[in-house]
């Protein structure tokens, strides 16, 4: 087992934030280990709610309401988990487990501080090797996924606001049916409307460079896993197997250990007892 001085620390997704990871967090406390769920900037109570965004809703102007996440880079993500990890470091063991775009945050992170982080876990997460992050998404491997769903939950042009902006709080039956189908197909339709008003409207533009891919030197010195979700519609079992294997062709002596849940790319987060009882072995090593 791992030593009870160990801390998970929690990276949460596109649109996401700590509340997400509540259950998880009482499955682990359950198991007597301790974590911590991170709010990006821009995120958790620092996100943006418009009136507009309220009900009844105001689409007009939701599509031009000024955000705060406005303007938050990548850079910014990995300063504020750089100065979480130095404190939660000061306790003992670090492990980070990113999901889905918080990858991108864990991979610069390590990048930039790989003597912070004692292990780190993807869930399938974006872990960019060979090109950015954005780039993937036009690669064979996510040809399964029909991103006319996100295109149909847009709220406003990212060009006018300089953020992306989803409509989560839509009544569309044909929206919220795509939604559902890309991210929890496998849950019932409250659970999914439940977790849909966890999401935040806002989310930032940065999704990182050639200089935020994943460096041999420093992030490839990290010991680290991949937990797949075998029933992930938005980000598919072919691309999560084509981050692995990259990853490992650049650093061959130290593979991902790799694991899989039979889990949409949400549903583990809704019934989190096996993913606390995976995270509990992935961390005895």
């Not at 399938?124 to 954005?134: K, M, N, Q």
């Not at 902006?165 to 569309?172: D, G, L």
């Not at 939604?179 to 999914?192: C, I, S, Y």
Request: charged share 20%; with cysteine.
């Amino acid at each position: 087992m791992p030593s009870p001085d160990t801390t998970f620390v929690l990276v949460h997704g596109a649109f996401a934030n700590s509340f997400s990871f509540a259950p998880l967090q009482a499955e682990l406390a359950l198991r007597g280990y301790r974590s911590l769920a991170v709010d990006l900037p821009g995120h958790g109570f620092g996100a943006t709610f418009p009136v507009a965004y309220q009900a009844p809703q105001d689409l007009a102007a939701l599509a031009t309401a000024p955000g705060g996440i406005k303007g938050v880079t990548l850079a910014d993500n990995v300063a504020h988990l750089v100065s979480v990890l130095e404190r939660a470091k000061e306790h003992g063991s670090v492990i980070v487990v990113a999901h889905s775009r918080g990858g991108i945050t864990l991979t610069a992170t390590a990048n930039a501080r790989p003597d912070l982080i004692d292990q780190m876990v993807y869930v399938s997460a974006w872990a960019p090797v060979t090109l950015d992050a954005a780039a993937y998404n036009a690669e064979p491997e996510m040809a399964s996924f029909d991103a006319s769903v996100l295109i149909g939950a847009a709220a406003a042009n990212p060009a006018d606001v300089g953020l992306l902006r989803c409509n989560f709080r839509t009544a569309s039956t044909e929206v919220l049916a795509g939604l559902k189908h890309a991210f929890m197909a496998d849950g019932t339709d409250d659970e999914f409307r439940t977790f849909l008003n966890t999401f935040q409207p806002d989310e930032n533009l940065d999704a990182g460079g050639p200089d935020d891919r994943a460096q041999a030197a420093t992030w490839g010195t990290v010991p680290r896993a991949y937990i797949r979700l075998s029933e992930d519609v938005s980000l598919p079992p072919a691309m999560q197997d084509r981050l692995i294997r990259e990853g490992d062709e650049l650093t061959p002596d130290n593979p991902y250990a790799v694991h899989t849940l039979a889990s949409s790319h949400l549903r583990w987060l809704v019934h989190p007892a096996p993913a606390a009882d995976l995270l509990v072995k992935i961390a005895a090593g």
